[in-house]
């Protein structure tokens, strides 16, 4: 089958691998229909991860059941689902718990909890920008959807950015009424609008500086906030009569940079400590890492981040963090997208064969203007 | 009347100052039979922040209610009564939603929200290491206790640490079942371990150097771990099959010191990030400032605490903090110390009159061997 | 001043009254612009409930403060203000854990807690359909709303119904995504729909009998369900594929009607316990009475009411009951108001001014078609 | 291998039946070392069930792991495991949001969610009152415990009742500090009252008229009301100076009897409503039965209770019901028994080899005293 591989730094290509199958009993195989490229395969394209070369990437996939091993009994052949990026076993305690982004046992890697496909550090597996993908634990992980192709750009929204951007909500305690500041208009930012919104906000403020992203921000309901203009924060404070948000989502991740263009991982939560009022929550949600040998300073390298701790505990804030599990939240954002109530699709940019991926990778790491979200349909014609 | 105030670094005298009266309608004055040293009084006697000289000092008290001003209709002259640290004003957004710890009413200070007795940058209000306190709002902040002397070594810990070590317990999100660390085997650490324990933990440990307080924390059924014995984070994560625990609490503060009394304010947020399990939470009540002209570094010096941060998002783990709003704690509080099924008194360490105040800060601040916590009564003969 | 006074069983007038005042240093008099009748305001119309003659009725309140006693201190004169249907002293136990609808202080009625405006068993206080109202607790109660004449018709929606319809939600445990059944398009449950549709409902709907409540259903984004046109649980059952809905908000009462006209307090708590899933909430806000003399059986005289309970417990549903207590939501609820998302005063049919009280009580009584809900403006000329 | 089945009312016998085998491939085997008489089990031994004859009876299971189908990688042959009664698959919606007592596929009855082993309409699963059990999705199901047979008596707890009698007191919402009601001092009762201790009550109130379970209660901490001694709503009362509980658990069920000894399904929720102040919450973990031919009445024969739900609204209260979702606590359970601090095992009061299940039953049935709660030992000699 044919499949988008990792080369090295700013190289993928398009090439024949061995066939995905069942291999455990609890396997499936799903042909896929669409599989998105997303803001984090671009760490691992730019060199920044360990991610080994030949690895076949892709995280957020859906398509159709093309076979099932003799263990699988709630998904059937030929059921159009959605593949969470995250690979559950569906028993350990933190699955049990509903926490399958930090599954204790799919990913052999030392110390990690949690699994995903084709992504550096979370285990042996191998992703969906590919015509076919291997599904472990096929009935805990796979969301079945309505037959037929309708809604498709949206729901391929929920195998990942659509719950991670909800969980950026969920992590900063959003409540209904609540004015929410999300920092980035990146895709998951702009989920996390979305979400937020969708759950009740009265206002959403987007903080980012490209013109076309603000512009999508917009057109779902949210108040655009452009860096470039003044200090956000500022802009916000003003906006909410000196009060601040109830809560914020970090949708940048570590390698936030200043207006100047300058790398700097406090950045973001600076700005979340200071325009989030006393009490508020923060959801994190853009990635963090313990190890960066790329990064601007030290402590960075090391994964640590000097930001104004002193003014997070003055204020009584909280934070939660981390992956998304998307079992969590992808039914009942499906039944919203089926309702007509959610609309994630609006974020795409761009749909290629999967021999666009070259290109497309390029074009969206350039985050060329325009290019918000790529999509890849390995069954279309090039 | 008598009052203990505040003259300068490592200074305070006993000395007569004003009575305190009913100022407003909503008023009422407390005579104190019970006032603590809190370690957070230590902040101010070491010169660390910028409390006025004069200032009556005093945030944990209890007593009789003297006299009422013409508005208050619940508390009468003659009730036994807990002071809450907090000055709330029961009305604001913050105290209707239970956050009166951040009252945004009470404390006039420029950007802060929450006030308290005799504290740097908690408002103008005379704290209780005195005859008699004025209480604002007093339907508000009394907590009503049996009339009589029983429990009043038990009682007195509602007003501070009880809560505070409570509310960190349920910062972390600690369940029934859990595996608890406690960092700090101060009071407020010793009273999380109790809560920790009261509300279903499974075990609980708490990391400190000083034998005493191991000795205290085992003594209510608690694990000490000396961390001068080795590493504490190694030996949790020994004890608990290298799992790490569920959740962990801070009671140490930006003045942590490592083993070789180095001050270091990350280290104990690096040690709870490691020793916590992902998914965990992290409840910080041990203080951090936001300036900090002593401290070791200049980031620090701003607030800034440069933890581990990366591996904080990558195990998932949340975190909340900041000062404790009493009044959600102390009457459930208060029932379990009446039903005997908590007995924070276990801490106590020393009773002095009022007039003892001067060596129970001397020798409290220099921790020495045993003074774990002051009482003072201020109608007791010298 | 003028006020509408209960004259004995269907019948209201408008008269002259004393002048309401400051009482208490914490009271507060707001001059009344507008006042709406409440459907339970029609359980003491009708002459079933134990209201005594001479009551001024009205616990819909908003308006301008006039006059505040000398302990109001966040309240000002000139403030434009909403005024909770419960009457909250701020400080007693159930107050200071947000549940002002069961003050233990304000209703000396023997075993209630809870007090509220011209009702019956509510206590001593006098209703707001008249030009002016005393308020007690001021500073606890009144809801600041920003100057002016904005959204008026809206904003007066916060005293009762939108909150009540609103907690209908949050007792059923409603959450994003959800499929929810709402019984009666009254006022309440037309609000309880807008609430569960800003809080992110997958699907609302909404049963009634009467066209022009559906068709206001329908308008904000429900789907009615016509009673008249077969039974219900089976219409919904067919739209949700047999599961049934997550959950579920009764806002009937113990005066619930057949198809064929004839009182069954069961009904409609039948029909939620058929209709809500396995797990799922019930959230009931429609008034249901410990006694009833005029109920169609012995059993329901004594406010026993015999729903399937063993189909409840087999289903392992859960359900909340009770008045809302408005405080905890209408500071948010106003937010959605100001920035658009909310628009609850679309069910507003007549407005009159206070003269026409009994018009409208007249009229809105035999639920004459298209009598939705009246709001009564007092400094309106008649 | 030897089992104990159903024959008809009152009569069950010890007798050679198939062996259990893996059958699935997601299947285990278990072999039995301790299983539980169930006060559940008496409702078909009665014969006021549905319950097909020759049905093994058993839901209360522990053993070792004798075999497990090629799908199964979590569980190991020769681990010590607890059986939830609950049968889950783990990927239905219900299993997936930790209600495994409602999973919807694997009981085939039609309109039940939810299957047990050795149940009346639970589905066609042999129970364990045998040597071996079938125990379908292995991975799912089994809780490890640790090796040996220590706590024996303990862990046999965590497969219904501990988790049952813990899940009254969460569906009741039972908070630190919480004065709280028992209604029934059966061993379900026992447990509950047991978990509101451990979860930090500050005083529990059992309920019953037998004095040996009384003493049992008063063992643990609580305060037995022996009903026959007067009326247990009015001794609460007093005993909490007219307030009432904060909460309440109902472990009796439908067979509930008042003093006099005639059968009144609505007398122990009437009590709960009497007895829980305003705003609290009920647990019901008792059973009721939508059809139940040998009820007292013709409402109570279709599942109807009429109890007193005027004042359940009136007092705003809430009430959650149903079986517990085992998993969601027995990890947490089996910890606090290892740590010391749970010790459900004080129930016990007969152990019995598998033989001596026709015995057990008669005496357990008749509520001989003493007989609390009876162990078999399908190994032990007999």
Known sequence: MRAV????????????????????????VVRITTTNICGSDLHMYEGRTSVEEGKVLGHENMGIVEAVGPAVTRIQVGDRVSVPFNIACGTCRNCLTGWTSFCTRTNPTEGMDGAAYGYANMGPYDGGQAEYLRVPFADVNLLDLPAGTEHENDFTMLSDIFPTGWHGTELARQAPGDDVAVFGAGPVGLMAAHSALIRGAARVFVVDKEPDRLALARSIGAIGINLAEGDPVEQIMDATDGRG???????????????????????????????????????????????????????????????????????????????????RYNRQLRDLIIAGRATPGFIVSHE???????????????????????????????
Chains 1, 2, 3, 4 share one sequence.
Not at 246 to 261: K, S, T
Not at 356 to 368: C, I, M, N, Q, S
């Open 5 to 28: 591989v990792y080369r090295g730094p700013f190289s993928v290509e398009v090439v024949d691998v061995p066939d995905a199958t069942v291999v455990e009993p609890t396997d499936a």
């Open 245 to 327: 948000t109830d809560c914020g989502v970090e949708a940048v991740g570590y390698q936030a940079h200043d207006a100047a263009g300058e790398e700097h991982p406090e950045l973001v939560l600076d700005n979340l400590v200071k325009v989030v009022r006393t009490t508020g929550g923060i959801g994190v949600v853009g990635v963090y890492v313990p190890q960066d040998p790329g990064a601007a300073n030290e402590g960075a390298k090391e994964g640590r981040v000097a930001f104004d701790y002193g003014t997070f505990f003055t204020k009584g804030q909280h934070m939660g963090t981390g992956q998304a599990p998307v079992i």
């Open 352 to 382: 290629l064969p999967l021999d666009g991926a070259v290109e497309g990778y390029d074009r969206f790491d350039k985050r060329e203007d325009g290019w918000t979200k790529v999509l890849l349909h390995p069954g279309q014609a090039a």
